[in-house]
């Protein structure tokens, strides 16, 4: 029995025994963790001053790792293994490296070298070839790395990973996470809305600028050439290519790029547009020295050819460009006619006029009016780069050359011309200023496409121009009454022969009756006269025949009158004679006969007939009266005083 427990003791001790002895010298590292190993004491003595990592077996951290699973000959008397998680960076995001150890930085580094060590997994490699410490150009990119923290302090997105996390490792974190420095660089994406920019390029690492530069010069940006750095994304690539620090010339464009934040600043900045009706005018800081292409009569300044530093000979036409605007200027200048108001108050979107007023003059006559003008205005694309030379901008042109030309033009008008005048030649002068400025504008190669003047306006309150205004508008409304009443009384006119043709027209039976009437009336009456003029005849022949048969009756008698007969017969005879006529001599007989008649020798009523110019219409009125009397026709004055047979 005893035996037994002896037996139990001493397993129990050795068991003891060799769990000690693994505890001292087994070590178990997590497949997600690494194991950085610190060398407490060694034979070879302890590391030079300024070295952390122990290349030859000296006291201090090991270049190699323990990876997972178990490991043993670490001595817990002579190791101590720093149990560290895993590096990993995620899809889309960047991680920065600051090396404690290796080769000083030069004197125009800011970041240390690229150099080939397994992405910084091979501290080893890393040493022996030079690498430099501090901050490192080189890049995490999406995966799992194995990386020895106490060489190597890692800046990652969800935090600092160091076996030694200084305040300086803190403040970067930070900064890198206030710009956005864990992930890529993003060119024109949708982040809520379209952002159609570029980047614009800050080097922090490599020669400085030249004394004469202002921008650093584009370097290996060819695909084909051997330095090409894809965007600033290549350091390396960029430093050998020539590459310089401070702002680059050439910009990023649309697309997705992981570039160090160390290395690099980026700023976004919109593209250029340029509108339909206007073309960009570009005015480059950046190039070399170029030759004067405007030519030796132009002395306001010197045209280029596009990439040297000047004005470009040539415009940029409508639509979107990438250009640095820190590398030159794009001055728009608009193509198309737009419309400048030399009108207090007024202004047009372009906002080229809001500086413009109405012109104050004085007129021939002492009164001052403000004259509100339009002018229409274009620029030859082709002369655009010329007026920028000229003036610098189109602004600077309309307030320092057209304004003051427009308002001494129109000054010295109305120095000539009374208000009046100003007012009623408003047609003569906006035509003779539009020739006139025409020839002016071309001197400063821009178009004076036409000229609108408006109402001339008092500078106070006196109300002057207003009083001649409405001495004008009386003097128009005179003249407009004038008119009217001519109008008016031509009018009357017109309704009065309306009147009478309307009147007319309603009585025009009536006028187709009586003139039937008249006709009847006329017929019967020429009736009357035919038988009255036969019955003259009549009388006359049987006067002619009872005077030969008295003649012959009395031829007896005649020879006892004797002379008597023949006297009487001869005067007779010489009556009838001096008449001319017998019918005259009968009708004096029958006017004879009606002077004693019972019938009034002057009738209450007249029945007109004939003309009235001879004997015979004479004789055939009375005819008509006397037939109408015996044969019981009435006669009966007419409408208008004349006798009208019934």
Not at 22 to 27: G, T
Not at 178 to 197: H, L, P, Q
Not at 383 to 389: C, G, L, S
Not at 633 to 644: D, H, L, R
């Amino acid at each position: 029995m005893e035996y037994l427990v002896l037996y139990a003791m001493a397993a129990i001790v050795a068991l003891m025994a060799l769990a000690i002895w693994l505890w001292l010298v087994l070590r178990y590292i997590p497949n997600s963790q690494i194991g950085i190993i610190e060398k407490l004491w060694s034979k070879s003595g302890s590391l030079t001053e300024g070295n952390i990592v122990a290349l030859k077996g000296e006291a201090g951290f090991e270049p190699d790792m323990l990876r997972g699973g178990f490991h043993f000959g670490y001595w817990r008397w002579q190791f101590n293994v720093h149990r560290r998680p895993l590096i990993t960076i995620k899809q889309g995001k960047m991680g920065y490296i600051f090396a404690r150890t290796g080769e000083a930085l030069g004197p125009s580094q800011t970041l240390g070298r690229v150099v080939e060590c397994n992405h910084y997994q091979d501290v080893r490699a890393f040493l022996e070839q030079a690498g430099q410490k501090g901050r490192q150009r080189a890049i995490l990119r999406e995966g799992v790395y194995a990386i020895n923290l106490a060489v190597f302090s890692v800046i990652t997105e969800d935090g600092v990973f160091a076996i030694d996390k200084t305040s300086d490792i803190g403040k970067w974190h930070q900064h890198l996470s206030e710009i956005g420095g864990f992930n890529a660089v993003v060119i024109g994406s949708y982040t809520g809305k379209k952002v159609d920019d570029i980047g614009i390029i800050t080097t922090h690492d490599g020669p400085s600028l030249l004394p004469e530069e202002i921008i650093a010069p584009p370097v290996g940006n060819e695909v084909n050439n051997p330095n090409y750095h894809n965007n600033y994304q290549d350091i390396e690539a960029f430093l050998r290519a020539g590459g310089r620090r401070g702002k680059q010339y050439a910009p990023l464009v649309d697309g997705t790029y992981f570039i160090n934040r160390w290395f690099a600043t980026i700023e976004s900045i919109p593209k250029e547009v340029i509108n339909i009706g206007e073309v960009g005018v570009v005015v480059s800081y950046y190039g070399k020295q170029g030759d004067d292409t405007s030519g030796t009569q132009f002395r306001h300044g010197e045209r280029v050819r596009q990439g040297e530093r000047g004005v470009w000979q040539n415009t940029l036409g409508p639509g979107k460009y990438p250009f640095n605007t820190y590398a030159g200027q794009i001055i728009r200048v608009p193509t198309t006619n737009f419309v400048l108001h030399w009108i207090t108050g007024k202004t047009e979107g372009h906002r080229y006029d809001e500086s413009l007023q109405s012109i104050d003059l004085i007129t021939k006559d002492a009164y001052e009016p403000m004259l509100p003008l339009s002018v229409v205005v274009h620029i030859d694309y082709q002369k655009a780069p010329n007026v920028i030379q000229r003036f610098g901008d189109v602004k600077k042109l309309i307030t320092q050359t057209i304004d003051p030309m427009l308002s001494a033009y129109f000054r010295d008008v109305a120095h000539k011309k009374t208000m009046l005048e100003l007012i009623h030649s408003r047609d003569e002068i906006q035509a003779q200023a539009r020739n006139e400025l025409l020839k002016k504008f071309e001197q400063f190669d821009i178009q004076c496409v036409d000229v609108l003047i408006g109402k001339p306006e008092s500078q106070t309150d006196d109300g002057k121009i207003e009083n001649l205004l409405e001495q004008l508008r009386l003097r128009q409304l005179s003249l407009e009454q004038i008119e009217t009443y001519s109008k008016q009384e031509a009018a009357a006119g017109k309704k009065q022969t309306l009147n009478d043709a309307n009147a007319k027209a309603a009585m025009q039976e009536k006028l187709t009756q009586s003139a039937i009437q008249i006709s009847i009336q006329t017929n019967e009456a020429e009736a009357a006269l035919a038988r009255a003029k036969k019955d003259a005849e009549r009388i006359v022949v049987t006067a002619k025949a009872h005077s030969e048969s008295v003649s012959l009756e009395g031829k007896g008698a005649s020879e006892k009158v004797g002379l008597v007969g023949t006297a009487e017969a001869s005067v007779l005879q010489k009556k009838v004679e001096s008449f001319g006529d017998p019918r005259l001599y009968a009708i004096s007989l029958v006017a004879d006969a009606m002077s004693h008649s019972q019938q009034p020798l002057v009738p209450a009523t007249m029945f007109s007939g004939g003309s009235g110019d001879n004997a015979g219409g004479m004789l055939g009125t009375l005819m008509s009266l006397l037939v109408a009397e015996r044969v019981g026709i009435k006669v009966a004055p007419s409408a208008n005083g004349e006798p009208a047979g019934k």
